[in-house]
């Protein structure tokens, strides 16, 4: 047998056990997340009544219904404004605080752990504490705000249709950078040095450093965190429904926040099944199309 035959041989068994040993995982992985996936279906295809449990199959009605629910429709504006605002404001911030923390200054490590704070803390204690600050009465931001004309006595940018969606942004904003900044840090550090040390020998300065060697590098972490923040923010609910409970007058409503209304508010079961499964789909569909176009460029490649 020759050497090349040999190692084919060596690579087949090894792929093949690792596929055996991946194999009860992957079974219990789709077992737990495949039923509840059938149930949310099976559910939106009937309309439920709690009182006496009666189950009435209306095939597809309730996805017919979606597309005559006017708030659902501006619901699903703020969810993406919701999400692309956030996702920009995460990956942008925690760009600018890891190439902060990457530098090699004196009484960088106490600072890479104040950064870390705004992640650790608990939502509900993050929600608490800037609903604190933006009270419209004694809230140190809203107060601030009033006395410089931008906001009325009394009032709080959570309370205001206009406002409302954008201040609990900056708050996801501010709770989330730490996340993108871990990532993007740890990716620097296995960018090679010499690539810099070329981009010097050239006559790069700092910028042309950033441009040219930095983000490029950082392109596979980005793609990540968009994938994982972007599914993580679409929906969210915690930090909404403990800030404004997706108001005032829905202007902060997130798709998260109008299913639990359905269900827990209007006892629509069928209905919330529904478009969570609509929602359901459209992920699964956007992550189709980005494994595809993903592999079609390493084909290319």
Do not use: C
Request: hydrophobic share 55%.
């Amino acid at each position: 047998m020759t050497p090349a035959f040999l190692r084919r041989t060596l690579t087949g068994r090894q792929q093949r056990a690792g596929m055996a040993f991946a194999v009860p995982a992957a079974l219990l992985f789709a077992a737990i997340l495949a039923y509840p996936i059938f149930e949310s279906f099976r559910t939106s295809l009937f309309s439920i009544n709690l009182l006496t449990g009666d189950a009435e199959f209306v095939g597809l009605d309730n996805y017919t219904a979606i597309a005559s629910d006017r708030p659902l429709l501006t619901t699903i504006g703020n969810t993406l404004l919701w999400t692309v605002l956030s996702l920009v404001g995460q990956l942008g911030l925690g760009l600018v605080a890891a190439l902060l923390i990457d530098a090699d200054w004196r009484g960088m490590r106490w600072i890479r752990q104040l950064l870390l704070i705004p992640y650790v803390i608990p939502v509900i204690a993050t929600a608490l504490v800037w609903q604190w600050m933006l009270d419209g009465h004694y809230g140190i931001i809203s107060g601030n705000l009033q006395s410089w004309g931008w906001l009325p006595e009394g009032a709080t940018p959570l309370g205001l249709e206009g406002s409302a969606l954008f201040t609990v942004v900056l708050v996801n904003i501010w709770r989330g950078f730490p996340f993108a900044m871990l990532v993007y840090w740890a990716r620097m550090q296995g960018i090679d040095k010499g690539q810099y040390e070329a981009a010097r020998v050239d006559g790069a300065g700092p910028w042309r450093e950033f441009l040219h060697v930095t983000l490029p590098n950082l392109r596979s972490a980005t793609l990540a965190l968009l994938a994982l923040r972007g599914i993580w923010t679409l929906m969210y609910f915690e930090l909404v429904w403990l800030l404004s409970r997706g108001g005032p007058a829905g202007a902060s409503e997130v798709l998260s926040t109008y299913i639990y209304k359905v269900l827990m508010g209007e006892f629509q079961i069928g209905y919330a099944a529904a478009i969570a499964s609509s929602v359901g789909l459209f992920l699964a569909a956007v992550g189709l199309a980005g494994w595809l176009v993903t592999r079609t460029r390493r084909r290319h490649a």
